[in-house]
């Protein structure tokens, strides 16, 4: 008798199982590859059905569906009315996603392009995903060995390498139908973001803390930093536990060391820090002394002919407290239209300076040779000509090196808010 009920619990366990991962929507059969991670993601309200009881897996996500999705993965709940204005030049409020939109632009968890667009029905691509869900989660370099066992692992995007390897060493990716191939341009589709989405749910540890959502948060107020009167924004948001730095907003970073652009390599950092407390004009310490401001090269453009001066830039990537406690942090240098380099007139300020020196020299000993000993009109001439060639050579010839010591500062104005725990 003990057997025979065993054997009938063993058959009802079966029965439950099978009705769990049996078919729910109508065009997700329970043998779907993506079955388990679907039902998930609509029971949470993460991805909606869009059709009659149809979930339409293979349809591709635009920026505007991930995002929203991302949102409610993340705990944050839908934005029903918003009155921050947008700003992105191709979201206005007459969106339905327009306060998603905003709230992920605070959050700073999907940024837009460099031209002021959101892009919103741009449908998003693997390598896209990847990069975001990288950003989002914890710092650590992807090591991107992890990409050898896919064969395809040299299609990535150069700029999505390490974020792919980043999000395979945290298991919040997705290989189908060939589990060695990951596909890394294809276009997401709502079954690949149901597995995204559904693993990286079950990894929320792993999200660094501003952007997962804090009900617990409350809102104490509005200062103001005053590091400069050329910021566009000076208000800084107060919670009760963090306080946000809003976009716009303009900071100093300090060369942590010594830098030459004769020795810098694309890939290289370049850390900056904070000198001293920062305040806001109500009295709050936002940014203490030592807190240091990590960029990475991306490009160089070495010194050339006609005056061009070497160029670096850099992209932002983290702040990082004295007690240890890194954040995301995305800021632009605004000195010399966001590039390091050298002031363009200074060469050919100080050849002209030297060869008008050399001139009035080169005057004064003719002048001392002539019989007439015309000591004016050999500096006369001679300080012209000189400066005139010292110009045209400062003019001509390669620019400089870009050098800064310990102690120089840059202008960064933060593209996203920054947000800075209690």
Known sequence: M???LAMVAVFFMLLTVNAANAAVYSDVPADYWANTEITAVVKDNILPLLGDNAYLPEQEVSRSD????LLRTLGH????????ASPFSDVDSSRADYGDIILSSQLGLIYGYSDGSFKPDRIMTKSEA???ISHITKDFKGNVRALAPFRDSNTIPSWAVRQFAKTIDLDVYVAHPDADELLPNKQLDRAEAAVLLYKLKQKLNAVK??????PNEEVIGTEHLNVTK???VNEVTITNLRKIVLAKNILKGYFYTDFTSKTAEVGDTVTFTAKEDIYTEEGTLVIPAGTTMKSVITSLEEKKWWNKNDKVCVEFESLTLPGGTTVPFSAEIINHNGVLTENRWVK????????AVLGGGVGTGISAMSWHHHWGRGIGAGVPIGAGVGLISGLVTKGLTYKAHDGEYVWLELTQDLSIPN
Not at 77 to 84: A, C, E, Q
Request: hydrophobic share 35%; aromatic share 8%.
């Open 130 to 132: 990847a990069s975001v």
């Open 2 to 4: 003990k057997k025979i």
């Open 66 to 69: 991930f995002n929203s999705a």
């Open 230 to 232: 050329k910021a566009e």
């Open 77 to 84: 709940k839908k934005v029903s009315s918003v009155s921050v």
């Open 209 to 214: 803390e501003q952007f997962v959502n804090k």
């Open 348 to 355: 050919p300020l100080g050849y002209t300076l030297g060869g």
